[in-house]
C-alpha cells in the first residue's frame, strides 16, 4: 500500500482569509505535468470545487451532482481561487455556483447539488409519510467472475502502453494515488462497442468522513478519463491515435454520486465506453459500483475535444 501517496492533499482548499468570504484556494501544489504541458488536470479542480463548497454547506449535506465546464487551460505553478456563490439554501437541497479562477482569468465553472444525508433511505422517507422510488442499474457480472488480486490483470500504466506512450513517459508521470486493475482489453472495430473495465480504489485515506470520501470519488472521476476514446481507436489513424494527437482535453463534465456513504477505500467497479465522436468532439461515459454491496455509487458524461493529425503529413 505504502507505494500510493495519499489523496487528501490533492483534494484539500482553505480559506483564502477572514476576511474572503465564500473564497477558497488548493491548500497544496496540483500536479505539474512537466515541460510543455501548461495546463491543470481536471481532477483538481473537480475535486477542489466540491471540497470548497461542501465548507459552506450544514455539516448533514452531501453532495449529490455536479455539472461543470471547462474554459482555460490554467498554470499549475500558480495557486487556484474558488469562488462560491450560493445559488440556493433549502431545507432539503442546496446549490452552489464555484468559479476557478487564476488571477481575473476564468479556469473552470461548476454547479454542485447537495442533499441533506438525512432525507436518503426509504425507510426514513416512509417514516416522514413520503414515498420515494428505489432502483439501480445492477453491477456487471464480469465483476464478480474476475477477482481484483488477479496479479494477470494490468496496472494502472497499462492504459499508456495500450495507447503506444513510450514507457519512459508513463514512468515520469505523478504519482497517481488510485490503485488501478485493468482487464484485458477487447479487439473491436466499432469505438462505441469498446468497454474499458476495470477495478479501482484508493488504498490511503486517513477519515471515515463520508464527504472526504466523496471529494475523493469527485477527484478520480476525471482520472485518465477521456484516454477512453483513444483506446477505444486503436487503428484509427496510420500514426497511432497517441502519435497523432493535435489537441485533446476536457470540454465539460458532469458526475451523479448515488452513495452518500461510499467508502472509496474499499474496490470499486469501473466501466467506461464512447458513444459518439464527430466535429472534433467525443462523448464519454462513465459508471461505477461498489463490488461489496453491487450498489450503483456514480454515474458520469464528459465531452472532449479530440482532432488529429492529417494522416499523410
Same mark, same amino acid.
Given at each position: 500500500?505504502?507505494?500510493?501517496?495519499?489523496?487528501?492533499?490533492?483534494?484539500?482548499?482553505?480559506?483564502?482569509?477572514?476576511?474572503?468570504?465564500?473564497?477558497?484556494?488548493?491548500?497544496?501544489?496540483?500536479?505539474?505535468?512537466?515541460?510543455?504541458?501548461?495546463?491543470?488536470?481536471?481532477?483538481?479542480?473537480?475535486?477542489?470545487?466540491?471540497?470548497?463548497?461542501?465548507?459552506?454547506?450544514?455539516?448533514?449535506?452531501?453532495? *449529490?451532482?455536479?455539472?461543470?465546464?471547462?474554459?482555460? !487551460?490554467?498554470?499549475? =505553478?500558480? #495557486?487556484?481561487?474558488? /469562488? $462560491?456563490?450560493?445559488?440556493?439554501?433549502?431545507?432539503?437541497?442546496?446549490?452552489?455556483?464555484?468559479?476557478?479562477?487564476?488571477?481575473?482569468?476564468?479556469?473552470?465553472?461548476?454547479?454542485?447539488?447537495?442533499?441533506?444525508?438525512?432525507?436518503?433511505?426509504?425507510?426514513?422517507?416512509?417514516?416522514?409519510?413520503?414515498?420515494?422510488?428505489?432502483?439501480?442499474?445492477?453491477?456487471?457480472?464480469?465483476?464478480?467472475?474476475?477477482?481484483?488480486?488477479?496479479?494477470?490483470?494490468?496496472?494502472?500504466?497499462?492504459?499508456?502502453?495500450?495507447?503506444?506512450?513510450?514507457?519512459?513517459?508513463?514512468?515520469?508521470?505523478?504519482?497517481?494515488?488510485?490503485?488501478?486493475? *485493468?482487464?484485458?482489453?477487447?479487439?473491436?472495430?466499432? !469505438?462505441?462497442?469498446? =468497454?474499458? #473495465?476495470?477495478?479501482? /480504489? $484508493?488504498?490511503?485515506?486517513?477519515?471515515?468522513?463520508?464527504?472526504?470520501?466523496?471529494?475523493?470519488?469527485?477527484?478520480?472521476?476525471?482520472?485518465?478519463?477521456?484516454?477512453?476514446?483513444?483506446?477505444?481507436?486503436?487503428?484509427?489513424?496510420?500514426?497511432?491515435?497517441?502519435?497523432?494527437?493535435?489537441?485533446?482535453?476536457?470540454?465539460?463534465?458532469?458526475?451523479?454520486?448515488?452513495?452518500?456513504?461510499?467508502?472509496?477505500?474499499?474496490?470499486?467497479?469501473?466501466?467506461?465506453?464512447?458513444?459518439?465522436?464527430?466535429?472534433?468532439?467525443?462523448?464519454?461515459?462513465?459508471?461505477?459500483?461498489?463490488?461489496?454491496?453491487?450498489?450503483?455509487?456514480?454515474?458520469?458524461?464528459?465531452?472532449?475535444?479530440?482532432?488529429?493529425?492529417?494522416?499523410?503529413?
Amino acid at each position: 500500500m505504502s507505494s500510493w501517496p495519499p489523496i487528501e492533499p490533492l483534494i484539500a482548499v482553505v480559506p483564502l482569509g477572514e476576511s474572503a468570504l465564500d473564497i477558497f484556494q488548493n491548500e497544496n501544489p496540483v500536479w505539474d505535468l512537466g515541460e510543455g504541458v501548461r495546463s491543470i488536470f481536471g481532477g483538481f479542480l473537480v475535486g477542489h470545487s466540491v471540497a470548497a463548497a461542501k465548507k459552506t454547506v450544514p455539516a448533514t449535506f452531501q453532495v *449529490h451532482s455536479l455539472q461543470s465546464v471547462f474554459v482555460k !487551460p490554467g498554470n499549475p =505553478r500558480e #495557486r487556484i481561487m474558488y /469562488r $462560491i456563490e450560493r445559488i440556493l439554501d433549502g431545507r432539503t437541497l442546496a446549490t452552489r455556483l464555484v468559479r476557478a479562477t487564476q488571477g481575473n482569468v476564468l479556469l473552470f465553472h461548476a454547479t454542485i447539488g447537495f442533499q441533506r444525508s438525512e432525507d436518503s433511505g426509504t425507510a426514513k422517507s416512509a417514516a416522514n409519510g413520503v414515498r420515494v422510488l428505489e432502483y439501480d442499474m445492477a453491477m456487471p457480472q464480469w465483476a464478480t467472475q474476475v477477482s481484483p488480486e488477479d496479479e494477470s490483470l494490468g496496472s494502472g500504466f497499462a492504459m499508456f502502453a495500450e495507447m503506444g506512450v513510450p514507457q519512459k513517459s508513463a514512468e515520469e508521470s505523478p504519482q497517481d494515488p488510485l490503485e488501478w486493475r *485493468h482487464l484485458p482489453g477487447e479487439a473491436i472495430r466499432n !469505438p462505441t462497442e469498446f =468497454r474499458r #473495465r476495470s477495478f479501482v /480504489r $484508493i488504498p490511503l485515506l486517513s477519515t471515515d468522513d463520508h464527504a472526504t470520501h466523496l471529494t475523493a470519488l469527485a477527484w478520480m472521476s476525471d482520472a485518465w478519463l477521456i484516454y477512453t476514446a483513444n483506446l477505444a481507436s486503436p487503428g484509427n489513424h496510420p500514426l497511432g491515435i497517441w502519435r497523432s494527437i493535435v489537441i485533446e482535453t476536457t470540454v465539460n463534465h458532469s458526475v451523479w454520486f448515488h452513495s452518500p456513504t461510499v467508502k472509496v477505500n474499499n474496490w470499486m467497479v469501473c466501466e467506461r465506453k464512447t458513444s459518439w465522436g464527430a466535429d472534433g468532439r467525443v462523448l464519454i461515459q462513465q459508471t461505477m459500483w461498489d463490488r461489496e454491496s453491487g450498489r450503483l455509487i456514480l454515474s458520469c458524461v464528459q465531452e472532449g475535444m479530440l482532432r488529429l493529425k492529417v494522416a499523410n503529413l
